[in-house]
C-alpha cells in the first residue's frame, strides 16, 4: 500500500514539473514585453543649472555711526511703507552742539574786530582832516600812512577769519543735516531698532533696513565659458528647496562684463573667474524672501531636432547606445548625441525616423533578445 502511494506521488510531481516547464518555455519563448516609442522632431533648449541667492532690487541698510552721533528718536517701525526722503531718525550729538556754540562765539567775535577796526580807521580820518588844517592835506597823509597802513592789515586779517568761521559754519550744518537719517529710497520697513548696549552689537547690526519687495532679482555667478552662452532677457526657471514644489519663471536682466572681484575660489590652484549674473524674477514672489538659495535654470541654446527620451538611452562607459527592435528581438545601436532638455535627449546620428525605439527597458535587456511590444 504504502509503495503504491509514493509511485502516485512521484507520478503527480512529475505532471507538476512537466506542466512548470511547458509554462517557463511558453512564457519566454515570448521574451520579455516592452514599450517602444519613435524618434519624433521637437523644439527643445539646453539648460545651463547655477545656484544663486534672491536679492531685493532695491534696499537701504542703516548701521549705528557713533562717529556721527547717537540715536535719539526712531520715527518708523518694521512693515511700514515710506517715501523716498522720509525722515527715519534722528541723532543727538553733544561733541557737536558744542562746536555750534563755539563757532557762534567766533563768529560774533570776528564781526566784533572788523566793527573795531573800522571805528579806528574812522577816527584816522577824522584826525587826518585836522592834520590837515595845520600842516597840509600832503604832509597829513603822509604822517599817517603807517597807522592807515597798519589798520588795512588788521581788518584783512579779521576778514579773513571772518571767512574760516562761516566756512566751518557751512561744515557744522552739513553735519546737522546728518543727525537725520533719510530714506533714499521708498520701499518697506523691513527692520527697525535700536542698537544694543554693546559696541560691537551696534556695528554689527542694522538700525534700519528698508526694501522694495517688488521686482525681486536672484543673484548667481557664471564661469568664463558658461558667460559666453548667456546674455540679456533669455528665459530663467527659478527654485527653492525652501518652497519645495514651487517654480518661478525669471528673465536674464544683467550679466557684468567684469568678473567678481576678490575671488576665493581655486580650482587647481588657480583662481576661478566668475561673472555675475542678475535674474528679474516674476509672477507672485510672496513666498520668496531675501536671502533664499535657488537653483537657476538658465535656457541657452533653443532649436528644434529629433529627441528620444532619456529612458531610451543606455551608457556603460564606452559610447552611448540604444536598443531598436527589429523582427522582434533587441537590437544595440550605438548613437550620437547633443543636447539634454529636460527628461528629452537629442539624437544626432543612429536612429532613423520610424524606427521603434525600446524606452525603459528591463535589466536583463541584451543584444539579440526576443522581446515583445506592448
Known amino acids: 500500500m504504502k509503495k503504491k502511494t509514493w509511485i502516485a506521488l512521484g507520478v503527480i510531481s512529475l505532471v507538476i514539473i ?4 511547458s509554462v517557463y518555455r511558453q512564457v519566454f519563448a515570448k521574451g520579455p514585453s516592452v514599450k517602444t516609442e519613435e524618434i519624433s522632431q521637437e523644439e ?6 547655477i545656484p544663486g541667492t534672491v536679492k531685493l532690487p532695491e534696499e537701504q541698510i542703516v548701521y549705528a555711526t557713533p562717529d556721527k552721533g547717537e540715536i535719539k528718536d ?7 511703507t515710506v517715501k523716498k526722503g522720509t525722515v527715519l531718525a534722528k541723532l543727538e550729538n553733544a561733541q557737536l552742539e558744542l562746536e555750534i556754540e563755539q563757532n557762534k562765539l567766533s563768529i560774533e567775535s570776528a564781526n566784533l574786530k572788523i566793527s573795531q577796526i573800522e571805528k579806528k580807521i574812522e577816527q584816522l580820518e577824522d584826525k587826518e582832516k585836522t592834520l590837515s588844517d595845520q600842516v597840509g592835506k600832503k604832509e597829513a597823509k603822509k604822517q599817517l600812512e603807517p597807522e592807515f597802513e597798519q589798520l588795512d592789515v588788521e581788518k584783512e586779517l579779521a576778514n579773513i577769519e571772518l571767512k574760516q568761521t562761516e566756512l566751518q559754519k557751512d561744515l557744522i550744518r552739513k553735519r546737522q543735516n546728518d543727525l537725520e ?31 522694495k519687495l517688488e521686482g525681486m532679482t536672484a543673484l548667481g555667478l557664471l564661469s568664463e565659458y558658461d558667460t559666453l552662452k548667456v546674455s540679456g532677457g533669455q528665459k530663467v526657471i527659478i527654485r527653492s528647496d525652501a ?7 525669471g528673465e536674464i536682466t544683467k550679466t ?14 588657480t583662481q576661478a573667474v566668475q561673472y555675475p549674473v542678475t535674474v528679474k524674477i516674476s509672477g507672485d514672489t ?8 535657488v537653483i537657476m535654470e538658465i535656457e541657452t541654446d533653443k532649436k528644434t531636432a529629433m529627441v528620444l527620451p532619456l529612458d531610451a538611452l543606455f551608457d556603460d562607459g564606452d559610447k552611448p547606445y540604444v536598443y531598436l527592435i527589429k523582427d522582434g528581438k ?11 532638455s529636460g527628461k528629452k535627449i537629442e539624437i544626432l546620428e543612429g536612429v532613423s525616423k520610424g524606427d521603434q525605439v525600446i524606452v525603459n527597458g528591463p535589466d536583463n535587456i541584451k543584444d539579440g533578445l526576443e522581446v515583445t511590444v506592448k
Not at 518652497?243 to 519663471?249: A, H, R
Not at 557684468?256 to 590652484?269: K, S, T, Y
Not at 510672496?286 to 538659495?293: A, D, E, H, I, S
Open 286 to 293: 510672496k513666498t520668496l524672501k531675501p536671502g533664499f538659495q
Open 44 to 49: 527643445i533648449s539646453s539648460l545651463l543649472m
Open 18 to 21: 512537466m506542466i512548470s516547464v
Open 243 to 249: 518652497v519645495p514644489g514651487k517654480e518661478w519663471q
Open 256 to 269: 557684468a562684463i567684469l568678473p567678481e572681484q576678490n575671488q576665493a575660489n581655486l580650482q587647481n590652484g
Open 330 to 340: 533587441a537590437h544595440k545601436q550605438n548613437v550620437k548625441t547633443g543636447i539634454t
Open 74 to 80: 526712531l520715527l518708523v517701525k518694521e512693515g511700514q
Open 181 to 211: 537719517i533719510k530714506s533714499t529710497i521708498a520701499g518697506i520697513v523691513l527692520a527697525a531698532k535700536k542698537p544694543g548696549s554693546s559696541s560691537i552689537e551696534a556695528a554689527n547690526e542694522p538700525i534700519i533696513h528698508i526694501g
